[in-house]
């Protein structure tokens, strides 16, 4: 076994292993598997950054005890997950022993594992314009932070050789991460064996675009599942399957077992993609092969829905201090009016599909009927015939001011305060404007220019509409009992 230095700085790996060196009683109980063996692959992936891995190949086993080495599994994979059974006769294999070998083949650990042995090192030496390799026989006393080398009664430090030769590979070193399992296997023969296991770094979420018109506020929407891949494996012609929702990873993994047809509603999924119900998540199967090399991301077509009926609003937020203290500085103060755009995920709306969660990103059309990005939001798993409200920013045109107009302390804890809140709208079309005031303690509204509704316990909603380039003024006084 060599190794080349070509340079101070990397190392070319040059292996050759004799079949001399190799135990002969062993290697007959001895089986490797590689990808090449594959017979079938299914990957489910989930939000939460694991995927389940199946893998089936087909390999012959001697009779008796076998050492089984299943070759290109993940690096991130959850050793405590995996599991082996023959699907050609599962009573025939019994498994004793597993382990997961990620020591992995490098220059750097062939040198580690060869500390007290003897190594050929060969140097290049120039001399009359002429390069010769001069090779010389050392042992390696130490490998911690440098080299140390002896080579007959003088010990060396700093030598860069051009090449190491190694006698053989030292045992417990794979070039790839390994799963090894201690098998009992009663018949020799072929065997169909499936290996199962859970690994990280494999991810999937969703990404919407919601395209509105210059008029009007009728939408489409599409959308692609992204995949991502950074497990130490790249998955081949897999079967893909995603599930969506907050899996508990403490409790076993269920695994998908059967398939649904599409749903036949307004909005669905794309044709080659599948959905169904999985105990309290839902399950989309692509309905083709697909692959997902290592340290990679994918998108594939999910969603398309059309002719979505969606609302505009204008919302200011306020804070519940307010309500038990004096704002200082008598001037009004800028509020911020939100921009949120709602619709319903029902069928009645073209809609009415399980959405996973991702990011929903909104486009609309200018006056030259170029679309322009105009913000986007997050949102949670969302069931059909729940509503979405997506934050898409600030409004330009429209401005708000707040001011205290009063404060009052009536007794211990219990105060008064009145507030103005001028919206101006600078639209040529009118809007309404949500003011939403959070109200901690006992709370009573003791007057308001306009109609307010008390949303929850501890919080109220005034309506204030505003005409095109005109201004609104809401006035209220509260009484809050902290």
Not at 7 to 26: N, Q, R
Not at 96 to 109: A, F, I, S
Not at 289 to 309: E, N, W, Y
Request: hydrophobic share 35%; net charge neutral.
């Amino acid at each position: 076994m060599k190794i080349q230095r070509r340079g101070a700085l990397s190392l070319a790996v040059l292996i050759t292993v004799a079949l001399a060196t190799a135990d002969v009683s062993f290697a007959q109980n001895k089986t490797t598997s590689t990808r090449a063996d594959q017979q079938a692959l299914s990957l489910t992936v989930y939000n939460s950054n694991v995927a389940l891995v199946r893998d089936v190949r087909q390999v012959r086993l001697p009779t008796g005890n076998v050492e089984f080495d299943f070759a290109d599994v993940a690096s991130a994979i959850e050793p405590a997950t995996v599991r082996i059974v023959s699907l050609t006769d599962p009573k025939q294999l019994t498994v004793l022993e597993q382990d997961y070998r990620y020591d992995l083949l490098t220059p750097g650990k062939l040198l580690h594992y060869s500390v007290g042995k003897q190594i050929t090192l060969v140097r290049q030496v120039t001399e009359n314009n002429l390069t010769k390799e001069l090779p010389m026989k050392a042992t390696l006393l130490s490998d911690n932070g440098g080299q140390v080398w002896q080579a007959g009664n003088e010990i060396i430090t700093g030598m860069f050789p051009y090449e190491y030769i190694f006698p053989s590979l030292p045992p417990g070193l794979y070039s790839k991460p390994t799963l090894v399992w201690m098998l009992n296997n009663r018949d020799a023969g072929e065997q169909k064996l499936e290996a199962d296991y859970m690994t990280k770094n494999v991810n999937w979420s969703a990404d919407y675009v919601l395209t509105l018109p210059a008029e009007g506020m009728t939408a489409d929407l599409n959308s692609w599942v992204t995949l991502s891949n950074s497990s130490g494996a790249s998955f081949r012609e897999a079967q893909l399957q995603l599930v969506a929702g907050q899996v508990h990873q403490a409790a076993p993994t269920p695994r998908p077992m059967f398939r649904a047809q599409a749903m036949a509603v307004g909005g669905a999924v794309a044709p080659e993609m599948q959905q169904e119900s999985l105990s309290e998540y839902h399950l989309y199967t692509i309905e083709r092969p697909v692959t997902l090399p290592d340290q990679s991301s994918k998108q594939i077509a999910f969603l398309r829905a059309s002719g979505i009926k969606v609302q505009k609003t204008y919302e200011i937020d306020g804070q519940q201090y307010y309500f038990y203290s004096p704002i200082p500085g008598g001037q009004p103060a800028k509020e911020p009016v939100q921009a949120h755009l709602k619709f319903k995920n029902s069928e009645d709306n073209s809609l009415g599909v399980p959405l996973p969660a991702g990011t929903v990103r909104v486009y609309q059309a200018d006056s030259r009927g170029r679309l322009q990005f105009v913000g986007e939001d997050h949102i949670t798993h969302t069931a059909k015939d729940e509503n979405l409200n997506l934050y898409i920013g600030n409004a330009f045109d429209v401005a708000a001011e707040r001011k205290q107009t009063d404060f009052q302390t009536l007794g211990k804890d219990i105060y008064e305060s009145a507030y103005q809140i001028t919206v101006r709208n600078h639209k040529k079309d009118a809007i309404t404007v949500e003011v939403n005031e959070p109200v901690t303690g006992e709370w009573t509204v003791l007057e308001s220019n306009y109609k307010y509704e008390k949303t929850s316990a501890f919080s109220i909603r005034f309506q204030v509409p505003v005409a095109a380039d005109g201004q609104s003024v809401l006035k209220y006084r509260v009484r809050a009992h902290r």
